[in-house]
């Protein structure tokens, strides 16, 4: 917003009207507020002469509103909860075509209320999990997906390695922590439901730990 | 403090001296003060945006079950099976500075690559070692050459599955499958004008990989070339542009 520019300069000689003087006064516009009309909340930084911003002087949450939460109590997952789910990297897989299977993970999940539409939000995610999954052409193992209010976010898949072969099992070596960021952009205003959600054929899926933040930019 | 001449009754009027009413107006409330600032008085409307947009929307190449392989004869782009880069080209290339307009801050670069598998395709079994790394990195460039950017790079090794205690048949099966490797590779890098040299702009960042060996007791200083092959699927690349300044 620019400085406040009285928009009729008025000199001697000059006729004096009373529109003239009125639009001085005040012309309501909706960008560019040219006359007193600015002190009705137009009033911004431009109007500042130099002033150090310091944090009292803006309100909580208007610069950026960013959330996170976690867990930290392993969450025991059995491959009867996810009906006839075959990962996509075993062999005639389900996955792509029983989206609805993948569960939210508690503390993996967050429902927030945008309050204005975003340029973008910024959502950053780990999960740490261990299972008894086998190898081979069939392997058995979880795969973790983001959603954003019940649709998956593009490219954002980790497929969990099998821990189990021949019959030994190797979680030890084998078990990661699983983590990833995406920049969803244009998001309106209002509540949105983002989360982190697993589906496994593995017989037991144990997440141990996991996080989620998400972080949205204000500003005009 | 705004002060206005009062008017007194008798007074005679004319346009320089109702003129003069506003623009007292106009001079004392273009130029508030810090004291005229209350408490939580400022929202975001009245913010300048803390980012810039520099034309950069993220970047997500690779599809489930693709792999793109990459060999140890030094950095390479990292591109998926259809040719997409992991590379970002901002539209309106940005100068970094705090005293150039629009002022930014910094760069902050985020990328996160699914790795899936390293090996010798020619030593399955006997080519394994937690000394065979994959290497990633990020660049930046400034339309004649690409640099490294500070911070950014990472290995991961080809680690065991513990063979102290794992008998020969399975570890030789577990070898020859070669998923262990499988994980999730996540790069960060900060961008600020003391990498971009002045009157440079960053034209491009990207993400970049390469395998090798590293030399006994190097911890990756130093190592050679071998024969490694390296998969990798999904990656996915943003960029975010800090603003500081006034424009």
């Known amino acids: 917003m ?56 803006v309100q909580r949450g208007e610069l950026f509103q960013g959330e996170q939460v976690g867990f930290s109590v392993p969450l025991d997952y059995f491959s009867d909860l996810f009906g006839g789910f075959v990962n996509g990297d075993a062999a005639s897989p389900t ?69 189990v072969y021949n019959s030994i099992r190797y979680s030890a070596a084998m078990q990661r922590e699983w983590s990833g ?36 930019p204000w500003g005009s | 403090m705004i002060s206005i001449v009062k008017i007194d009754d008798g007074d005679v009027l004319n346009a320089t001296s109702v003129y003069g009413k506003f623009s007292a107006f106009q001079s004392a409330i273009n130029e508030l003060d810090q004291k005229s600032i209350g408490p939580g008085a400022f929202q975001h409307q009245h913010m300048p945006a803390f980012m810039v947009d520099i034309g950069a929307a993220p970047k997500t190449i690779g599809t489930n079950g693709v792999v793109h392989t990459y ?14 880069q992991l590379r970002i080209n901002p539209s309106t290339p ?40 994959a290497l990633f990195r990020l660049e930046w460039y400034n339309g004649t050459t690409w640099a490294e950017i500070p911070s950014s790079p990472c290995s991961i090794s080809q680690d065991l599955a513990d063979p102290g205690t794992a008998p020969v048949l399975a570890i030789a099966t577990f070898l020859l499958d070669q998923p262990r490797m499988q994980k999730d590779v996540p790069l960060m890098g900060y961008l600020t004008d003391a990498d971009v040299p002045s009157g440079e702009t960053v034209q491009g960042v990207r ?18 070339a071998g024969q490694e092959t390296l998969e990798l699927k999904r990656a996915n690349m943003s960029i975010l542009a800090l603003h500081a300044g006034d424009s």
Not at chain 1, 193 to 214: E, F, M, Q, W
């Open chain 1, 2 to 57: 620019p400085n406040i520019t009285i928009p009729n300069n008025q000199a001697d000689g000059d006729v004096l009207s009373s529109q003239s003087f009125e639009e001085n006064l005040c012309v309501p516009l909706a960008s560019s507020p040219a006359s007193l009309e600015v002190i009705n909340g137009e009033l911004d930084d431009d109007n500042l002469e130099s002033v150090l911003l310091t944090r009292d002087l």
């Open chain 1, 95 to 163: 996955e792509n075509d029983n989206l609805e299977e993948f569960r939210p993970i508690p503390g993996v999940a967050r429902t927030l209320h945008f309050r204005w539409d975003a340029p973008w939000v910024l959502v950053l995610f780990r999960i740490f999990c261990n299972h008894d999954g086998s190898h081979g052409a069939s392997a058995k193992t979880p795969v973790f997906r983001l959603f954003m209010d019940g649709t998956q976010v593009s490219g954002q898949r980790r497929p969990v390695p099998p821990h």
């Open chain 1, 181 to 216: 960021h995406v920049m969803i952009e244009n998001v309106t205003r209002g509540w949105h439901d983002i989360y982190l959600a697993v589906a496994s054929d593995a017989p037991h899926t144990r997440l141990l730990n996991g996080a989620i933040a998400v972080i949205l």
């Open chain 2, 71 to 84: 060999d140890a004869s030094g950095w390479q782009q990292i591109a998926d099976s259809t040719g997409a």
């Open chain 2, 94 to 133: 940005p100068h970094l500075g705090m005293s150039l307009t629009p002022g930014i801050w910094g760069l902050v670069i985020l990328a996160n690559i699914e790795v899936w598998k390293m090996y010798d395709a020619a030593n399955p079994v006997t080519n394994t070692s937690a000394q065979n790394l």
């Open chain 2, 207 to 224: 993400a970049v990989c390469n395998c090798g060996t590293a030399a006994t007791g190097s911890h990756g200083s130093t190592w050679t």
